[in-house]
């Protein structure tokens, strides 16, 4: 009775923990559509098309700074767990000004080089001028954004997702409020736009440095000359250099993804890239529970305390389950209808339909995947799951162009789906192996 009490009391608390994470990735997910949105009613479709060609540069810098960060993010949980806090603010103050200044050095340059930057990505002719004024000033919001990601990873680390969410919350309404005031009211076009983006960055990383600071005093201590030892340095880079690395390359990879989607003509890219858009949020419930599971796994291995390491396991493997058969039935009869209030054509709305009927069947397999990764990333296991990660990716490209003849653009489908099973057996594969190096060791 008690064991299943504790599994109880571990399922609500990752559920506690999970839920700010999860509406910080929907707010951001809407953060990201705001400039669009209001460009593209205030400013035409050419300032429109303009913020499009930038997403994906813009995506690559994100990707790799959040990808860098989920390492930081166990170590810190570890230390944590193990009652190590004079380890932390080192950390924290070392990555902060590492990658800050890095991302400076970027977006300096960036910045300066955007036209020519634009020019390399084969931007049209009639919007790269748009385009390079608007990414021009977007590359400034770069530090900001690491530096903000580094105290998310240290706060998420210590089990605290909610200052991370209250951040997001308040950029989201000020990057709103000075859209409409720079775009609609002053009519400064994607300059406008990419200005209260830049703002709206740097008021929440303000934000999460002082209100963070504030919860926690002992944070405020982390800008020493013990900050930058080659020790910390080398341990950070350990557990953050894999999982950047797999983002990176995975982001790399969803673009030859997206070039081989287009051999299928626009109704299959309409469909298919509106489908990933609301396969993104529906995800993040279970996205969001695979960081909580390496959290709370993390801390409980430093802490070694293995009976509610294994607990966190099977609690996060239960609720990923639930929640994924629960995505699975919502998805598969709503997919269709909802892509069409996008406002995709019949031919589009058929071809999104049959996507989700195929693909959320195995949201599971996925949920189980995913379960399974924040356990292994928690126990430290962060280079192997970066390599599952990329070995995942490669069967999803050439499973794509060998089911092509067969299966036309529903190959798009089943090679993601085979990249799930992929994943989930290399994954439990290792677990395995690990569990019978512990009962030897036992």
């Known amino acids: 009775m008690k064991a299943n009490q504790n599994l109880k009391t571990i399922m609500k608390e990752l559920i506690w923990f999970s839920l700010p994470l999860i509406l910080s990735g929907i707010l951001q997910q809407l953060y990201n559509w705001a400039d669009a949105f209001i460009v593209g009613n205030f400013d035409g479709e050419l300032s429109l098309s303009a913020i499009g060609v930038t997403t994906t540069p813009i995506n690559f810098f994100v990707t790799t700074i959040t990808g860098f960060t989920l390492g930081l993010s166990v170590l810190i949980a570890k230390n944590f767990g193990a009652k190590k806090q004079e380890n932390i603010p080192p950390l924290l103050s070392a990555f902060a000004v590492v990658l800050g200044s890095i991302f400076l050095i970027i977006a300096v340059g960036g ?25 021009h000033i977007i590359f400034l919001g770069l530090p900001f954004l690491a530096v903000y990601n580094v105290y998310t990873a240290t706060l998420r680390g210590i089990g605290d997702s909610r200052i991370p969410f209250l951040s997001i919350l308040l950029s989201s309404i000020v990057n709103v409020i000075l859209d409409i ?45 013990t900050s930058f030892s080659g020790a910390v340095i080398r341990e950070g880079i350990q557990f953050g250099l894999p999982p950047m690395l797999q983002s990176s390359i995975i982001f790399l990879g969803g673009l030859v993804l997206q070039d081989f989607m287009t051999r299928f003509g626009t109704d299959t890219v309409t469909a298919i890239t509106t489908a990933y858009r609301i396969d993104t949020l529906v995800m993040l419930p279970i996205v969001n529970l695979g960081s909580g599971i390496s959290t709370f796994t993390a801390q409980n291995h430093g802490a070694k305390d293995e009976v509610r390491t294994r607990k966190t396991l099977i609690a996060g493997t ?8 629960g995505l699975t039935g919502l998805v ?20 999104g339909s049959a996507f989700f009927q195929r693909i959320a069947c195995f949201y ?19 280079l192997y799951s970066s390599i599952a990660g990329m070995i995942s990716l490669a069967v999803r490209i050439i499973a794509s162009y060998a089911m092509a003849p067969y299966f036309g653009n529903m190959s798009i489908a089943y090679a993601e789906m085979l990249s799930w099973v992929c994943l989930l057996f ?7 192996k690990n569990r019978k190096q512990d009962l030897i060791k036992g």
């Open 426 to 432: 290399m994954y439990l594969l290792r677990f395995a």
């Open 111 to 135: 910045s300066v080089l955007s036209y020519q930057f634009m020019e390399l990505l084969h931007t049209p002719s009639d919007t790269i001028n748009l385009a390079s004024n608007y990414i």
């Open 364 to 382: 599971p397999i996925f949920g189980l995947a995913t379960a399974f990764r924040g356990y292994l990333e928690g126990k430290g296991d962060l």
């Open 318 to 325: 239960l609720l990923t389950i639930l929640i994924s058969l």
């Open 181 to 225: 005031l720079f775009v609609a009211k002053l009519h400064w076009g994607v300059q406008g736009a990419a200005m209260a983006t830049v703002f709206s960055q740097a008021t929440m990383t303000v934000f999460i440095i002082l209100y963070g600071s504030s919860k926690y005093s002992w944070l405020k201590c982390g800008y020493r000359k």
């Open 332 to 351: 598969i009869p709503t997919g269709g209808k909802i892509i069409a209030l996008f406002g995709a054509g019949t031919t589009a709305v058929t071809i």
